[in-house]
């Protein structure tokens, strides 16, 4: 746990995607997922209850990755951002303040992409 109480369990996915509209046809048909479009860049998705979970973005030439990527709740993005790079990690996306939080992203030793957040 974190020093305030957060386990680290999955808190967010994202799904960056060179098609966009395919993805979130393809997930919403999938899974049933409710798909809330914001722009023509990124759309929120949620549970049965409606709350946002995850999101399907496009990506773009400058985009820091393709994929999925689970975020992981920490207390402070920056701080568990540089332990990772001291552990072994990659840093992928710079540190980036949201509407709704503060993520970043980094590849573990084996280049697993893995993302942090904080709210």
Known sequence: MTSTGH????????????????ARRFYQEMFGWP????DETYALVGD??????????????DSPY???VVYFRVDDVDTALARAER??????MEPTDTPFSRIATF????????????R
């Open 66 to 68: 393709t994929g999925i």
């Open 87 to 92: 552990l072994g990690g990659t840093r992928v």
């Open 35 to 38: 798909v809330n479009v914001l």
């Open 48 to 61: 049965e209850d409606g709350q946002p979970t995850g999101g399907i973005g496009q990506a773009g030439p």
């Open 7 to 22: 386990r680290h369990a999955p808190e967010w996915f994202d799904i960056s995607t060179p098609d966009a509209p395919r």
């Open 107 to 118: 590849a573990d030793p084996d280049g697993n992409l893995i993302g942090l957040l904080s």
